[in-house]
């Protein structure tokens, strides 16, 4: 009795992921290739094109770990997850988290902070620019309105805050860049990613700035923001930095 | 039909011919690629005034027995209402099962029920996009022993069943006859000519597999001398098409692909005005 399609089709499925399935290698027709050297070819070819879009998705943490371990590790979080949908770029959103707990890369506690900011260029890179807000936007608000307005961040931008200097450790990681000793406990860094007209490039912000954005991106208004970016960093000047920000396109047009 | 030879347009190719607009039949894209508000979208709808365009899609998975997934499908024919192509397509594959994505054109087996559930999915693709889709025919690594129709012969009915078009593509006969020990002039047989839309000419690769060659579908080489006379044997057959190349790993300059086009073009002249020739002499 044949397989019904639905199936063979699982059976395929559960055969590419490692489980081997008496029922499908007889479903091939064999000759003097065998059927699991035939079906090896569509296992071979699910992982390395999985590797290779992970690849292009987390370019920094490839360039870090070289592309023998990137392979693997890729292979360990393909066979974890696959993508749930055909667009190649939206995979991997949970590839931080899995490097985080993969046993190979303990030595290198950086590398999810690394993933995340990777993830959150591509995120960028793949978010409509959107509507931005101006400087003459903020003029139409009634100026006793001001302190309790909130402002969303651009479509793609994200606050990256890690305990190693991420922007370091990425600048040394380029294609040409000259090889540089970082030292991972000269600070930690906060990094804003952003949606440009042509890319997806960040900046890094002081502490002050940091909690005036991660407040903004929980919600609270310009005042709660202005007083959490304060107690971070006393030293903070909210027209400086918010004229820089703004300057930046940092923030969403108001709704 | 004029016979047009085209690209597939590749990101590391898309500001080049943005720059220098080369002269080419059109340019294809994979609608995986452009379905997310990028730059490379943008660039993509500016190249829209000079080149007819062609919409391929990878990942539909037209022959999933668990039918379609329906917010791809709509994101699909947003793209294609924006871009408005000339040519939409997809594979007769699948690479979906139990809402995990493959990545892979994987084999189906040719039997009526496969036939009823790749008619059933393009037909809702056709009808959410409003318009008919090609469909390709697949490189494959093995078959299956409970197929009861050959892949031509359930092509013709896919065809005569749904109203879709064809896209040939001769490399893939070629991989395909190789790895399946098959004819592959006798696979061209019994094909519905006039339903064929457009072919594709790729590259591909030899491995090997528990000691014996085996033909891998990679798209990263230059079409092989095989390919090219089994190509000019299907123009002769069924005349010309919007024929494109297609190059996906070690993609080489602009130059190369472009090369390419230009030969396929001349094939396609060569044989199309030697076949007027020798209908002029039979007449």
């Known amino acids: 009795m044949p397989l019904a399609l639905r199936d063979l089709q699982a059976a395929f499925a559960a ?16 000759d003097t290739i065998p059927a699991a050297a035939r079906l090896s070819v569509y296992r071979h070819h699910v992982f390395e094109s999985l590797g290779t879009a992970l690849a292009a998705t987390f370019p920094t943490v490839q360039a870090l770990v070289g592309p023998d371990f990137f392979r693997g590790l890729a292979r360990a979080f393909i066979g974890h997850a696959l993508p749930a949908q055909p667009v190649l770029t939206e995979y991997g959103a949970d590839f931080p988290a899995f490097i985080a707990g993969y046993e190979s ?32 936007d903020l003029l139409a608000v009634p100026a006793e309105h001001l302190p309790s307005l909130s402002i969303a ?21 380029q294609p040409g860049a000259a090889s540089e000793t970082v030292d991972l406990n000269s600070g930690a860094s906060n990094l ?20 005036f954005m991660a407040a903004l991106t929980a ?37 | 039909m004029n016979p047009v030879a085209g690209i597939g347009l590749r990101s590391p190719h898309l500001a080049a011919v943005g720059r220098e607009r080369p002269a080419t039949g059109f340019l294809e894209i994979h609608a995986e690629n452009c379905l997310a508000e990028t730059p490379a979208l943008q660039a993509v709808e500016r190249l829209r005034a000079d080149y007819a365009f062609s919409v391929h899609a990878v990942g539909l998975s037209l022959g999933s027995a668990d ?75 093995l078959g299956f022993a409970d197929s009861t129709l050959s892949e031509p ?3 013709s009915e896919l065809v005569r069943r749904s109203g879709c ?11 395909t006859a190789h790895n399946l020990r098959l004819d592959p002039r006798d696979w061209l047989d019994g094909l519905p000519g006039p339903a064929i839309t457009e072919y594709h000419l790729a590259g591909h690769a030899t491995n090997d597999a528990d000691g014996e060659p085996i033909l891998i579908d990679d798209h990263g080489s230059k079409v092989s001398n095989g390919v090219w006379a089994l190509f000019a044997e299907v123009v002769k057959r069924f005349g010309a098409r919007p024929t494109l190349i297609e190059w996906d790993t070690d993609i080489p300059p602009l130059s190369v692909l472009l090369d390419e086009a230009a030969r396929a073009a001349g094939m396609i002249e060569t044989v199309v005005v030697a076949g007027g020739q020798d209908a002029a002499r039979a007449a």
């Open chain 1, 219 to 255: 919600g609270m208004s310009l005042e709660w923001a202005a007083g959490a970016a304060f107690q971070a960093d006393p030293a903070f000047e909210l027209s400086t930095s918010f004229a820089r920000l703004l300057a930046l396109g940092a923030f969403a047009a108001l709704q």
């Open chain 2, 165 to 175: 078009g064809l896209l040939l593509d001769p490399n893939n006969i070629f991989v």
């Open chain 1, 153 to 173: 961040l651009a479509a793609g931008a994200v606050l990256i805050s890690s305990r190693y200097p991420l922007d370091r450790i990425w600048e040394t990681s």
């Open chain 2, 67 to 141: 039918g379609l997934d329906t917010a791809h499908l709509a994101r699909v024919a947003a793209l294609v209402k924006r871009l408005e192509p000339a040519w939409v397509s997809d594979h007769l594959s699948w690479s979906v099962s139990g809402g995990r994505y493959f990545n892979d054109l994987l084999p189906l087996p040719y039997t009526e029920e496969a036939l009823e559930v790749v008619v059933r999915n393009v037909g809702r693709l056709q009808d959410a996009l409003g318009r008919q889709v090609s469909i390709e025919n697949p490189s494959c690594y």
């Open chain 2, 153 to 155: 012969a359930f092509l």
């Open chain 1, 15 to 30: 055969h590419i992921m490692g489980a081997d399935h008496a029922d499908l290698v007889a479903a091939v027709a064999g």
């Open chain 1, 192 to 211: 804003l990613v952003l949606r440009r007209p042509d890319d997806a490039a960040f900046v890094s912000l002081g502490a002050g700035e940091a909690a």
């Open chain 1, 105 to 136: 890369a303990r030595d290198l506690p950086y590398l999810a902070d690394v993933a995340r900011l990777d993830w959150a260029l591509n995120l960028a890179f793949h978010a409509g620019s959107g509507d931005r807000l101006q400087a003459a």
